[in-house]
C-alpha cells in the first residue's frame, strides 16, 4: 500500500500569498510556519513530504505550526474531499505517518484558503500499529494491543507476513466479530480461487488467532475502503 502522504497530492490546493509566516518551498509546495516552530522543523517537514512524494512538483500550500505540546500540520485542501467516506481512513491515518516522519506529536487540520480550520483529525484519534515482520498492522481502539499481537503471530507462522513484501493491513471488531481489512488488487476480488483462498485464511484467523471467535475479512482498495466481504 502507498503511503499515505503520497495519496494526497491531488487533493490538496495552492493559495496566493499572504502572511500566514516564514515561508519556504520544497519542489513545488509552500511551507509556511510560525508559532514556536523553527527554521529546522520546517526544513526537515518540506524534506519529508519531498521524500514522500507529497511535494510532487504540483503548487500547494500547507502550513506548520504550535498549539501547546502538538504540532498542527494545516493543508488547504478542495471543499469536496472534507466529506468523502473514501478519504476517511487516509486523513485519520495522516497524523500517525507525519508524526512518524517528523518524531513529533502531529495533528492534521484540513483548512480552506486562509487556513481557517474546517476539520481535525487528531494523532490520539489515529489507528495505532505494530509490525509483523515487513507487515503494518493497524489496530483500531475496538481492539486491544494483544489482539494485534495475536495477529501478528498468525501472519508470520502462516507465511502471509515475510520480511520481503511490504503489506498493509487492519483489525477492527464490531458486535463480537473480529475484522480484517486487507488491500487487494481489484481485478481478483471476484477471482473464485482468490474467495476461496480467503474463505479458508478466515477460518484459520478465527480458530489459531482469537479462539473461534467470528470473523470477517474484508478485501480493500488501497485507501482501506471495502470492496468486498467474506
Request: with cysteine; hydrophobic share 40%; glycine share 4%.
Amino acid at each position: 500500500m502507498k503511503k499515505i502522504l503520497t495519496l494526497l497530492p491531488v487533493i490538496v490546493l495552492f493559495i496566493s500569498c499572504a502572511n500566514y509566516g516564514e515561508k519556504k518551498v520544497f519542489n513545488g509546495t509552500e511551507v509556511y510556519y510560525k508559532d514556536g516552530v523553527t527554521e529546522a522543523q520546517a526544513d526537515k517537514l518540506g524534506e519529508s513530504l519531498v521524500d514522500s512524494g507529497f511535494a510532487d512538483g504540483n503548487p500547494k500550500s500547507v502550513q506548520f505550526t504550535k498549539d501547546g505540546d502538538v504540532y498542527v500540520f494545516k493543508m488547504v485542501i478542495k471543499k469536496e474531499f472534507l466529506e468523502n467516506e473514501a478519504m476517511q481512513s487516509v486523513f485519520n491515518f495522516f497524523p500517525k505517518e507525519l508524526s512518524d516522519y517528523m518524531d513529533l506529536p502531529v495533528d492534521l487540520h484540513l483548512c480552506d484558503a486562509s487556513f481557517n480550520t474546517l476539520q481535525v483529525h487528531k494523532l490520539a484519534d489515529a489507528r495505532k500499529t505494530i509490525k509483523a515482520k515487513a507487515t503494518e498492522i493497524r489496530y483500531t481502539s475496538n481492539v486491544t494491543l494483544q489482539d494485534a499481537k495475536k495477529l501478528k503471530d498468525f501472519l508470520i507462522e502462516y507465511g502471509f507476513s515475510t520480511d520481503e513484501k511490504e503489506k498493509t493491513v487492519e483489525l477492527d471488531k464490531k458486535g463480537g466479530t473480529y475484522i480484517f481489512k486487507m488491500v487487494i488488487d481489484k481485478s481478483k476480488v471476484d477471482d473464485k480461487a482468490t474467495v476461496s483462498l480467503l474463505t479458508f485464511f478466515k477460518g484459520q484467523l478465527s480458530k489459531t488467532a482469537f479462539n473461534n471467535q467470528p470473523v470477517k475479512v474484508h478485501m480493500c482498495d488501497e485507501l482501506m475502503n471495502t470492496i468486498k466481504e467474506i
